[in-house]
């Protein structure tokens, strides 16, 4: 049985996204929300959103729904954004080596550093004095 959607995860620093994309006249949702209500603050992260499409040309071909918890703004565009690409890829193979070429579909690995002990934060220390 062929299922209505196709699905991926997307992740960026804490943010994870679950991505699905059918069909549709190019509409995006994000926790239950248009995503211009969800990212009312910054235009730079809805184009974020919208890179994968326009990279390949099919605006307004897809409905893009998305589940998104964890991290900041920018990390949650991101993590949609790397959904939307790995989705758009498994729909049709073709697209697949557009997208890698583009630096679509790669994960960025920066996370936040953990606090090491006898240090302030990450690598803060203590001011040096030399007398």
Do not use: C, H, W
């Not at 239950?32 to 499409?53: G, H, I, M, R, V």
């Not at 990279?55 to 998104?68: G, I, M, P």
């Not at 690409?85 to 697949?96: F, H, S, Y």
């Amino acid at each position: 049985m062929k299922m209505p959607y196709t699905y991926a995860i997307g992740r960026r620093k804490n943010a994870n996204a679950r991505v699905r994309l059918t069909n549709g006249k190019g509409s995006i949702t994000i926790n239950d929300s248009p995503a211009e209500d969800y990212f009312a603050s910054s235009k730079t992260l809805l184009n974020e959103l919208q890179k994968p499409f326009t990279l390949l040309e099919l605006n307004n071909k897809y409905n893009v729904s998305a589940r998104v918890s964890g991290g900041g703004q920018a990390g949650q565009a991101d993590a949609i954004r790397l959904g939307i690409a790995k989705a758009l890829a498994i729909l049709n193979e073709n697209l697949r080596s557009t997208l890698k070429r583009a630096d679509q579909l790669g994960r960025d690995p920066r996370e936040k550093e953990r606090k090491k002990f006898g240090l302030k934060g990450a690598r803060k220390k203590r001011q040096f004095t030399k007398r």
